[in-house]
């Protein structure tokens, strides 16, 4: 366990020291930027290291895993839904997950609208875009989310509170920023498009490979996996 926990704490360091140095460049303060340890593919004894160090914000990507970690893990511990949700995944979904990253449609929003009425829940949400137009990734295209935002906003029991995206797998930081500062540009004009629409402050945006860009770009949630676990796997 001590070799476990002294290399998970080695690549937290090094990944808080990323962090830092990007905000350093563009003159953010570290504390506007929320890492979310995703917890996908992690044996059970690293995802009670990481909480052993302090880290309280977890991301799942699946469902079904998401459910029994809630309840064999600290409650202390806020969960984030990142990865795809099926809509007929949202009612376990919703008591547990204190933000869903990945709401992709407009179906699916009114989905989890109507059971959080069901249940007497008002979750926090993030709609996903897929700004870089991949056929692989999920959510709404700028161009959807632009026409629809009027039934986005007029849905009663989510709290809209940002946008969501992904950058292609690309080793171009000029390429990743761009689709980050394409989310945030899209963050600033729906802002305004609706007098009493939300605020949209935060924007989950930036993974393992490419986090250090979303900051540039000004992302407020980071969710990295893989780099926690260097060496472990």
């Given at each position: 366990?001590?070799?476990?926990f002294?290399?998970?704490a080695?690549?937290?360091?090094?990944?808080?020291g990323e962090?830092e140095?990007a905000?350093?460049?563009?003159?953010?303060?570290?504390?506007?930027?929320?890492?979310?340890?995703?917890?996908?593919?992690?044996?059970?004894?690293?995802?009670?290291?990481?909480?052993?160090?302090?880290?309280?914000?977890l991301?799942?990507?699946?469902?079904?895993?998401?459910?029994p970690?809630?309840?064999?893990?600290d409650?202390?511990?806020?969960?984030?839904m990142?990865?795809h949700?099926?809509?007929?995944?949202?009612?376990?979904?919703?008591?547990?997950a204190?933000?869903?990253h990945?709401?992709?449609?407009?179906?699916?929003?009114?989905?989890v609208?109507?059971?959080?009425?069901?249940?007497?829940?008002?979750?926090?949400?993030?709609?996903?875009?897929?700004?870089?137009?991949e056929?692989?990734?999920?959510?709404?295209?700028?161009?959807?989310?632009?026409?629809q935002?009027?039934?986005?906003?007029?849905?009663?029991?989510?709290?809209?509170?940002?946008?969501m995206?992904?950058a292609?797998?690309?080793?171009?930081?000029?390429?990743?920023?761009?689709?980050?500062?394409?989310?945030?540009?899209?963050r600033?004009?729906l802002?305004?498009?609706?007098?009493?629409?939300?605020?949209?402050?935060?924007?989950?945006?930036?993974?393992?490979?490419?986090?250090?860009?979303?900051?540039?770009?000004?992302a407020?949630?980071?969710?990295?996996?893989?780099?926690?676990?260097?060496?472990?796997?």
């Amino acid at each position: 366990m001590s070799t476990t926990f002294d290399k998970i704490a080695e690549n937290l360091k090094r990944i808080r020291g990323e962090i830092e140095e990007a905000c350093a460049t563009s003159n953010r303060d570290p504390g506007e930027v929320k890492l979310v340890a995703v917890t996908k593919y992690a044996q059970d004894e690293w995802v009670q290291a990481l909480i052993d160090m302090g880290v309280s914000e977890l991301g799942e990507s699946r469902p079904q895993q998401l459910v029994p970690r809630a309840d064999q893990f600290d409650d202390k511990v806020t969960w984030h839904m990142i990865g795809h949700l099926q809509r007929n995944k949202v009612r376990p979904v919703l008591p547990i997950a204190q933000l869903i990253h990945s709401v992709d449609t407009l179906k699916l929003l009114s989905r989890v609208d109507l059971i959080a009425g069901d249940i007497g829940l008002k979750p926090s949400v993030l709609l996903e875009v897929n700004i870089s137009g991949e056929e692989s990734k999920h959510g709404f295209s700028k161009t959807e989310l632009l026409e629809q935002w009027e039934e986005v906003v007029s849905q009663e029991r989510v709290n809209i509170r940002g946008l969501m995206t992904m950058a292609p797998r690309t080793d171009s930081a000029d390429e990743a920023i761009s689709v980050f500062e394409e989310l945030r540009e899209l963050r600033d004009e729906l802002s305004t498009k609706h007098p009493h629409g939300p605020t949209l402050a935060e924007l989950s945006m930036g993974m393992s490979n490419d986090f250090p860009a979303a900051i540039k770009a000004g992302a407020t949630i980071i969710r990295v996996g893989s780099r926690l676990y260097d060496g472990l796997c």
